[in-house]
């Protein structure tokens, strides 16, 4: 019984030339990628459960290194798979050298992601968690894989973004130093406004949100004299990054509200227009009526 079993395992299922793969081959590949994800998930889990909690490791860190162990322990168990069915490596490698400078011209923007994933996962710059700015687009960081990333928008939106953006365009981190950042609102004012009460209002008015930050305080610069008015910028700074329009908002609300109290004046935009007939200047009702013949 025991020989019988023995010979349909190793009853050829595919020969080509010397190469033969087997049924007892087929049960050996399987048993090395199920020993291997087990691996992975006892590695996982243990460091989860004993290393992480004691340690002061964020959460993108944490993602990374279960990642690249991840991909280590799946790559080692690829190559014991074809070790195990005969496949010798070198001459698998020398024989199809053509056909891999074909491919890999036809998929190198795919190769390009795929570094540019190693390198994301290896160097730390940009990790799970991390709210980021690309291109004008804004959102946290939830998954950062070989060769794509997932971004969440304030939208609640995911976005698939191709690694090779995050080293080829600039990249803003806004979680890298896990400190303070500071924002901005600008305005403008009418220059009949007393400038000394409008940074007292300003100030009044972002100092009541329980999102801005008392040290380093808020503050007031008179920007420029503008055409249509003075211009001012307020600056605080927040922990509340991912939500800053929304704060920006609320104090924007706040501002609004206490200039009419107060009877400040936001100024728009006004054109002077200056009309000529007959080589005369005239007010604009009267050229107007002249013109339309009244």
């Known amino acids: 019984m025991t020989d019988q079993f023995r010979n349909i395992l190793e009853l050829p299922l595919l020969k080509i030339k010397d190469f033969e793969l087997t049924l007892f081959d087929i049960v050996l590949v399987i048993l090395i990628f199920t020993f291997s ?24 860190r944490q993602f990374t290194l279960l990642q690249l162990i991840k991909y280590f322990v799946y790559i080692i168990a690829a190559l014991l798979a074809l070790q195990a069915v005969g496949v010798q490596l070198s001459l698998l490698l020398a024989g199809s050298a053509a056909l891999l400078v074909g491919i890999g011209l036809g998929l190198q923007q795919t190769f390009k992601d795929l570094v540019a994933g190693l390198i994301l996962l290896f160097e730390g710059n940009v990790t799970v968690g991390d709210i980021i700015e690309i291109n004008a687009l804004i959102g946290r960081v939830t998954a950062i894989g070989l060769r794509t990333s997932k971004i969440e928008s304030r939208d609640a939106i995911t976005i698939i973004v191709p690694n090779s953006r995050f080293l080829d365009d600039n990249v803003i981190n806004w979680s890298h130093n896990k400190k303070l950042t500071r924002f901005n609102i600008p305005l403008s004012v009418s220059y009949d406004c007393d400038p000394d009460q409008v940074k007292k209002i300003l100030l009044e008015c972002v100092r009541g949100n329980r999102d801005v930050v008392e040290k380093p305080g808020p503050f007031v610069r008179l920007q420029d004299f503008g055409e249509n008015g003075i211009r001012f910028e307020l600056l605080f700074w927040t922990y509340n990054v991912w939500r800053i329009e929304n704060l920006k908002s609320e104090i924007r609300f706040g501002i609004f509200k206490a200039f009419q109290a107060n009877g400040i004046t936001i100024p728009f935009p006004q054109r002077e227009v200056h009309v000529r007939v007959n080589g005369k200047d005239l007010p604009a009702e009267d050229a107007l009526r002249k013109l339309t013949g009244e």
């Open 37 to 60: 994800r087990l691996l992975v998930w006892s590695t996982q889990k243990f460091l989860k459960r004993n290393i992480f909690r004691r340690s002061t490791i964020d959460e993108g």
